[in-house]
């Protein structure tokens, strides 16, 4: 079963932040934290990880509580293009692991 | 970056036919791939971890008589849907991970299987 709970839908504006939460309660010390997005009737695409530390690309932003129980993928300005069905997924990062994807959250980015 | 092909891209095959999909790491080599299955508006269900060399590990509720995978090569992993049927139209996904870097994942494009 999936680790992690998304809101199944969110809104944001072209040019605003969209700000997704996920919450991860059971996570364990070694697993991390990553974000994927699924553009319609495509693979999905990697976005972002982390452990405990707040972490930024050139997509996205990553924000961990403390106690890592939850975090936010923040896209500082959403365009329509990242209109998309967006998976928070835990996991560890060594061999032999599986990623289990949840129901995800669909961003609907309007004009 | 590294790149994951899978052929074809969609697929229209009559009931009772069977069907292959080819899942192939293109500048990596991977030592394990998954196949996962996603319905309309659902999400990805992972089917099988198939492991170069070795038999694949399906998942609960899924029926390895029926989607049979092969990992070959360590740049190539199959999966045949056999006897085919309008229930098992869905877009199939496959993952490699590098056998360097294997912590690491990379997602295909997808196949789109259509079962008339």
């Known amino acids: 079963d999936a680790k992690t709970t998304q809101p199944p839908s969110m809104d944001c504006a072209e040019g605003r932040a969209a700000n997704l939460p996920c919450n991860h309660s059971?996570?364990?010390?070694?697993?991390?934290v990553y974000w994927y997005r699924q553009i319609h009737s495509q693979g999905p695409q990697y976005i972002i990880h982390?452990?405990?530390n707040n972490e930024t690309n050139e997509m996205a932003s990553l924000i961990i509580t403390e106690d890592r129980k939850s975090s936010t993928l923040i896209l500082p300005h959403a365009t329509l293009r990242d209109t998309a069905v967006y998976y928070c997924?835990?996991?560890?990062?060594?061999?032999?692991?599986?990623?289990?994807f949840g129901a995800g959250t669909r961003l609907f980015v309007k004009a | 970056g590294a790149v994951v092909s899978q052929h074809p891209s969609r697929v229209i095959c009559k009931s009772g036919t069977s069907v292959k999909i080819e899942c192939r790491s293109l500048?990596?080599?991977?030592?394990?791939m998954f196949w996962y299955r996603q319905f309309p508006k659902q999400s990805l269900m992972l089917m099988a971890t198939?492991?170069?060399?070795?038999?694949?590990?399906?998942e609960q509720g899924v029926e390895k008589d029926k989607f049979l995978i092969n990992h070959a090569s360590l740049t190539l992993s199959t999966l045949t849907v056999t006897s085919a049927h309008p229930e098992d139209s869905s877009f199939y996904i496959c993952?490699?991970?590098?056998?360097?870097?294997?912590?690491?994942?990379?997602f295909g494009p997808g196949t789109r299987l259509t079962v008339t």
């Open positions: 993952s490699a991970v590098p056998r360097v870097l294997s912590y690491e994942q990379y």
């Open positions: 198939s492991n170069e060399g070795s038999k694949a590990t399906y």
């Open positions: 982390g452990l405990k």
């Open positions: 059971t996570i364990s010390g070694n697993e991390y």
């Open positions: 500048d990596f080599q991977a030592t394990t």
């Open positions: 997924i835990v996991r560890v990062r060594t061999g032999g692991f599986k990623t289990i």
